[in-house]
């Protein structure tokens, strides 16, 4: 069960665990996260809140976008900094700053006792101008290294061949089939 209010993050998944023949459900809920210095400890608290309430095996995930130019910001700040300043408000901070920048995510899932992480990261520069209408959130300023486009350019499945979700959950699903769970 992935929790998540989210579709584009939920589509992106289904498609990656769909691929190695697992089912997911989707808890479509939203949950306050706290404000921490790590997208880890975030994606940790969060998993921590809700399995108070769901006791059952769930999943979910918390992603940042760390741009090296700006001291690793907006990082952990990424939800609310895209609220408030936008990919527009982004670009106009970064003027002049060459724009290297990685997406970190990182999968809490709760098994029911234990809290396991699976973390993932994909390397990149900003772009000049928001480009493309895929995708969702940063995709649009964000070109990954050896590429030309930016994420917001890709199509889901080209997007899952290369992103820090996809390297997340590719290392979730690693650990799920050496599980009794698998498939399940
Ligand atoms: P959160 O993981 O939902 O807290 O995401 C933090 C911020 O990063 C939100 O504004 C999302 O829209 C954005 N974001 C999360 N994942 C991605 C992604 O894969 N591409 C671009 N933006 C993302």
Redesign the pocket.
């Known amino acids: 069960m992935f929790i998540?209010?989210?579709a584009?993050?939920f589509g992106?998944i289904r498609e990656i665990m769909n691929a190695s023949g697992i089912d997911i459900i989707w808890k479509k809920m939203s949950y306050e996260?706290i404000q921490e210095d790590t997208?880890e400890i975030?994606?940790l608290d969060s998993a921590r809140k809700l399995s108070v309430m769901i006791p059952e095996p769930f999943f979910l995930?918390?992603?940042?976008?760390y741009i090296d130019g700006l001291g690793g910001f907006?990082g952990p700040y990424?939800?609310?900094?895209?609220?408030t300043l936008g990919n527009e408000g982004i670009l106009k901070l970064l003027a002049g700053i060459p724009g290297k920048a990685s997406?970190i995510?990182v999968v809490t899932y709760f098994t029911g006792k234990d809290f396991l992480q699976f973390k993932g990261e994909?390397k990149g520069s900003i772009s000049n101008n928001p480009v493309g209408h895929e995708?969702?959130?940063?995709?649009p300023i964000?070109i990954p290294d050896g590429y030309t486009q930016t994420?917001?350019e890709l199509s889901v499945t080209d997007?899952n061949r290369i992103?820090?979700?996809s390297r997340a959950v590719a290392k979730f699903v690693e650990f799920l089939k050496n599980t009794e769970n698998y498939g399940k």
């Open positions: 998540t209010s989210n584009h993050k992106e996260e997208t975030i994606s995930e918390d992603t940042g976008l907006p990424s939800s609310y900094v895209f609220r997406f995510t994909l995708g969702f959130g940063y995709d964000f994420l917001g997007k992103s820090h979700r």
